[in-house]
Structures are given as C-alpha cells and as structure tokens.
C-alpha cells in the first residue's frame, strides 16, 4: 500500500551508462519532484511536474531528463552517468503546486556509479 | 542561499529527555516545515506551521516559528529510541521548499 514508490532502491553502474529510476503515487496528488540527496544529507530540487507540466527545472546537467507520462508517474533518465552523479534520489509528491502542504516522499534510490 | 540550517548539526541525549532542535532562514516564507528521516529512509513530514503562526503542537512536537528572528524550534519531549534520525526543517517559498542539511539526533535507551 506504498505511497510513493521508486524502483529500483539500489543501482550500480559504470560510468558513461544511461539509467532510469521510477516513480509512482497513488496518492491522488497532482505534483511530483525529484531531489537528489548528497553525502552531506543536503536535499537540492532537480525538478518539479504538475499534472505532468514541469514547473521546476533547476540547474541540472541536461544529461538528466525527467519524463512525466501521466500525473501519477515521474520517471528520471540518466545520460552518460558522472562519479558525481552518485547519491541518493528522492521521489516526492504533493497536493497542489505551491508549498503549503507536506510533500510524501519515497523511500530513495541509492545511485553509485563506478 | 535560501535553505535553512538546523543547529545543532548532531545532539545526542538519553532516553525520557527533551530534544531541541533550531533552523534559521534567510527570506520570507509562506511556511515551514520539519520532516525526519530515518536512516537509509525517505523523509516523513512531521508538522507545517504557517508564516501567521507562532506555535504549533503535534502529540511529543512542539515548533515555534519567529519571523521576525528568522527562526524557527522543533522540540521533542520525553524522547524515545525511536526518535533516533535525522531532522530537516523546510521553508517554503514561492513554488518549492528549500531543506537544511538536516540535525542528526541520536537518543540513548
């Protein structure tokens, strides 16, 4: 009865590999993030889709690339994937495109690339 | 930089005691929020309080927030094991919040 859901929780590839991680909510919720989580816990945005428009589009290479099929469904595609580019991402979801409810976040997926 | 910062960075206490927990803010906001993270977990949001509000109670949770300081407090009283985790205040502003690098609490049985 997951919330938010991502797949996979763990993911090891090599550099220069292409990945996807994905994400899913049953929530009812119409807008969805991606935030990616460095060594040092700090949570940075990297995109923001309601009712699959994106609305937040920070400063991410454009090897990143978020695909929003319907509003229940936020998926990530790597390009090319950098050492940097290992940390954890956070799938989360809200009600309404302003901040003024909490976000229900997924469990993370763990990237290392190597 | 408009991301709060939790202060202190790690506090650890025994098992019955209270817990506090500080996050200060650059800009306005429209409200703040403290979410836990358990390790290797997702964050769960905990309690929003709202920029008009000074107060706000949930069960063992009690946050104030002082606008005008820029501040805002998150305690936890009579502390269990299980509150063991990481603690991110949020502050949100125009479309998006902006998390701090989070207080580390370690409580002691």
């Known amino acids: 009865d997951t919330a938010v859901s991502q797949t996979p929780k763990y993911l090891v590839t090599q550099m220069g590999n292409d990945k996807s991680i994905k994400c899913e909510q049953n929530l009812g919720h119409d807008t969805m993030y991606w935030y990616k989580q460095d060594s040092k816990k700090f949570l940075k945005i990297m995109f923001s889709y309601n009712n699959k428009e994106l609305i937040i589009n920070e400063t991410v290479p454009n090897r990143f690339s978020p695909k929003s099929p319907d509003k229940a469904h936020l998926n990530l595609h790597i390009n090319s994937l950098e050492l940097g580019d290992s940390a954890v991402y956070f799938c989360a979801s809200s009600q309404g495109s302003l901040p003024n409810y909490g976000y229900t976040f997924g469990s993370g997926t763990r990237l290392t690339v190597v | 930089s408009q991301q709060g910062e939790e202060d202190p960075q790690a506090l650890s206490i025994q098992e019955g005691e209270n817990a506090t927990m500080n996050c200060s803010y650059k800009?306005?906001?429209?409200?703040l929020q403290w979410y836990r993270q358990n390790s290797g977990r997702g964050l769960v949001h905990l309690i929003l309080i709202r920029s008009n509000e000074r107060e706000k109670h949930s069960g063992r949770l009690r946050v104030t927030l002082d606008t005008s300081k820029k501040s805002s407090s998150l305690l936890i009283t009579a502390s269990r094991a299980a509150d063991t985790a990481s603690y991110f205040c949020?502050?949100?502003?125009?479309?998006?919040?902006?998390f701090g690098t989070g207080t580390s609490l370690t409580v002691i049985p």
């Open positions: 800009t306005s906001i429209n409200n």
């Open positions: 949020a502050t949100g502003t125009g479309n998006q919040f902006y």
